[in-house]
Nanobody, 123 residues
Framework: QVQLVESGGGLVQSGGSLRLSCAAS????????MGWYRQAPGKLREVVGT????????YYSSSVKGRFTISRDNAKNTGYLQMNSLKPEDTAVYYC????????????????WGQGTQVTVSS
């Protein structure tokens, strides 16, 4: 399995931006599709988006499409989630995950998960 560690969370005002990183170690990061998820207090975890191994295809949930961008740098074994135009409803713990394909990630099935990073958006 690949080990994942998220970073970059914090407190930001509504309308602001944050970039989360997901650092991978262990097995080759380039062999895994990657997904980003979030879980707000009292709510189920939801998929934010996914990206294929070579980064050529991305998927976004309707709630973040047009505001968030997923990318990856396989040479640095790192994935990213750029979040713009943040809203208070984006407040959640954000997780990255890895799996052999994006089909599994889109339904929340992953072999590796990070520990999560808190994002808080104030109004």
């Amino acid at each position: 399995q690949v080990q994942l560690v998220e970073s970059g969370g914090g407190l930001v005002q509504s309308g602001g931006s944050l970039r989360l990183s997901c650092a991978a170690s262990g097995r080759p990061f380039s062999t895994y599709a990657m997904g980003w998820y979030r879980q707000a207090p009292g709510k189920l975890r939801e998929v934010v988006g996914t990206i294929t191994q070579n980064g050529d295809t991305t998927y976004y949930s309707s709630s973040v499409k047009g505001r968030f961008t997923i990318s990856r740098d396989n040479a640095k074994n790192t994935g990213y989630l750029q979040m713009n135009s943040l809203k208070p409803e984006d407040t959640a713990v954000y997780y990255c995950a890895a799996a052999p394909d994006t089909n599994r990630l889109r339904v929340g099935v992953a072999g590796s998960w990070g520990q999560g990073t808190q994002v808080t958006v104030s109004s």
